[in-house]
């Protein structure tokens, strides 16, 4: 076994660690020993996330208080002459109110000035608590839509962000810094920790609230059918009352996945962009023939939606149609009230539909693209604040944010702008996808997929490292029969004009994507993820789509050349 390996081991099983984790350890096998100890969780694209278990690889109360310790620390350094204070709040995954319990800990035993909700929470309002309490920091514990046997640690800067460089970098040194898990701060002082609630929830949803735009419309449309799910998970907590506060009457439940349950028993992935995940929401909506369904991940920071189509049928719309629809919507909505000045901006992903560039262009508003990751929307909404406006921004990955009272994907509210958007269009005798349709009329039929491949644990990370330096040493030059043209490396912060033989620096953090444009149009992105043990694929390709007669014949032609390129790239 590989000495660096053994040396963790060996420390976790003489170190201070409790008889439960020693005994563990005992019994595993060689393999699972490599994948539990062969690295230490570093921060992604979502903080801190991995599997539950023993080892400095896995999520548990050591990992978990160090993490803790390392921010403390450094919240320390960065604010030394400020009383800290911090806000903590967790999902309904196995474990996550111990772990949030243990954060509360190490927070109170720093001395730091803690605001600890007093039951599950969403994640975006944890990003909502950091602001309106006026916190330095915050930590939610969840893993998302991950598979039950994870769990993680979002950790958030002043502004309610996620941490982004460098400070979660900096916060890592601190992390490696601590050497003994005796460092760790897990004796509670009572007095520093304040246990919040209701108050925070019923200043969340008025926040939302104010979103609101065609509230005439809701009045007309109150009673339009709604089907809810929040897949075992904390949209139970606040989507309902928000729908409720927002003049909704006929909102429907689905009672199978409403109680929170960190087993998710009625789903393999509680992830919303999963169609079996969907299904019984999907059921129930064909049952009372609803004019949506939406459905949140088990920390309510992302929502898939179903509608009819122009058939008639229900249809799972993408986080690249949601997102063109509900940004698309707020745009114009400021627009038809007089609001754009030139001083407006939205924000989005590089891996994130083009339509929606498209959308606020013709519409005199600026459109920021960003590395993956919400962080980097938020980072973009902190660096423009007060100069420009923001709107809203969203993520292929069915995250959307409206606003910016909160700095993260918000699932709550984009629930009830997409009620309102779905109300708005009925006002108007139209569906939702009548309106996706009128937008691939005007700015053209945009259409995408995702391919990701799972390499788990050690042996996974080398072979999808392998792939990527692959990529980059042997870059395709032609795909599906058309000429490779440009060749954004992000890693490298490099961008290669092809035709022209030119290079250019591309001004973003470096980051391990590579994005290859081809002379008919078409866009590939390569990019392991930040929160799973995957590398995933972005296809995106477009053209003019003639009339709504066309649709069908448009969309299966670009389903056809996706395949062909995913074919002709062996992915």
């Known amino acids: 076994m590989d000495i660096t390996i053994q040396k963790k081991i060996d420390t976790w099983k003489s170190g201070n660690y409790d008889t439960e984790t020693k005994a563990a350890i005992a019994k595993m096998g060689e393999e699972e020993l490599i994948d539990s100890f062969y690295k230490d969780l570093e921060f992604g694209t979502g903080g801190l996330r991995g599997t539950m278990g023993v080892g400095s690889n896995r999520i548990n109360k050591y990992t978990v208080g160090a993490a803790t310790q390392g921010l403390s620390n450094y919240l320390k350094k960065a604010f030394p002459t ?26 109170a035993a720093n001395g730091f000035k803690v605001y600890f909700f007093e039951a599950l929470r969403p994640t975006p309002e944890l990003s909502f608590a950091i602001r309106h309490f006026g916190c330095h920091s915050g930590v939610v514990l969840t893993a998302s839509h991950n598979p039950k046997e994870y769990n993680g640690y979002k950790a958030y800067w002043v502004d309610g962000g996620q941490v982004t460089p460098p400070h979660d970098k900096n916060i890592i040194d601190e992390v490696n810094s601590i050497t003994s898990i005796d460092e760790i701060k897990f004796d509670r002082i009572a007095e520093n920790v304040q246990i919040i609630g209701k108050e925070v929830d019923e200043a969340y949803l008025q926040m939302i609230c104010g979103l609101s735009i065609s509230k005439d419309a809701i009045a007309r449309q109150k009673d339009l059918k709604i089907v809810f799910s929040p897949i075992h998970g904390t949209g139970i907590t606040l989507v309902p009352q928000l729908l409720e506060k927002m003049g909704f009457t006929n909102v429907h439940i689905v009672k199978e996945q409403a109680t929170p349950d960190g087993n998710f028993p009625t789903v393999v992935y509680p992830n919303p962009e999963e169609k079996e995940a969907m299904s019984i929401g999907l059921a129930q909506a064909k049952a009372i023939d609803a004019d949506v369904l939406m459905a949140t991940d088990p920390d309510a920071d992302r929502v898939g939606i179903a509608v009819k189509n122009h058939k008639g049928e229900f249809v799972l719309l993408n986080g690249n149609q949601t997102g063109s629809l509900l940004i698309g919507y707020m745009i114009q909505a400021w627009k038809e009230a007089g609001k754009i000045t030139g001083k407006e901006m939205v924000a989005k992903t590089i891996v994130t539909s083009e339509l929606i560039d498209k ?9 920021y693209n960003t590395l993956t990751g ?17 709107i809203a921004g969203g993520e292929e990955s069915y995250g959307y944010l409206i606003g910016d009272s909160v700095r993260d994907k918000d699932a709550i509210a984009a629930c009830g702008l997409i009620a309102e958007l779905v109300a708005y269009a009925k006002d108007k005798g139209m569906s939702l996808f009548d309106m996706l349709m009128d937008n691939y009329l005007k700015y053209g039929f945009y259409y995408e997929n995702l391919v990701s491949i799972t390499k788990k644990g050690k042996t996974g990370a080398e072979e999808i490292k392998a792939m990527m330096a692959n990529w980059r040493k042997n870059p395709p030059t032609v795909i599906n029969g058309s000429k ?3 060749v954004l490396d992000y890693e490298e912060s490099i961008e290669k004009d092809l035709i022209a033989g030119t290079t250019k620096t591309l001004d973003f953090l470096k980051s391990d994507v590579l994005q290859f444009y081809t002379e008919d149009g078409s ?20 053209t003019k789509l003639n009339s709504k007669a066309d649709y069908d014949a448009t969309e299966q032609m670009l389903k056809d050349r996706i395949t062909a390129i995913v074919k002709d790239l062996g992915v």
């Not at 919400?374 to 923001?390: H, L, N, S, T």
């Open 374 to 390: 919400f962080k980097y929307i938020a980072e973009v909404i902190r660096e423009k604040e007060g100069k420009e406006k923001f």
């Open 359 to 367: 959308i606020a262009e013709a519409n005199g508003v600026k459109c």
């Open 82 to 107: 400020e009383q800290i204070k911090v806000a903590i709040a967790h999902d309904s995954r196995n474990n996550s109110p111990l772990f949030a319990s243990i954060v509360a800990d190490v927070f």
């Open 484 to 486: 490779v043209s440009r």
């Open 523 to 542: 866009k590939i992105s390569a990019r392991p993820s930040g929160t799973e043990p995957k590398i995933k694929f972005y296809f995106s390709i477009s």
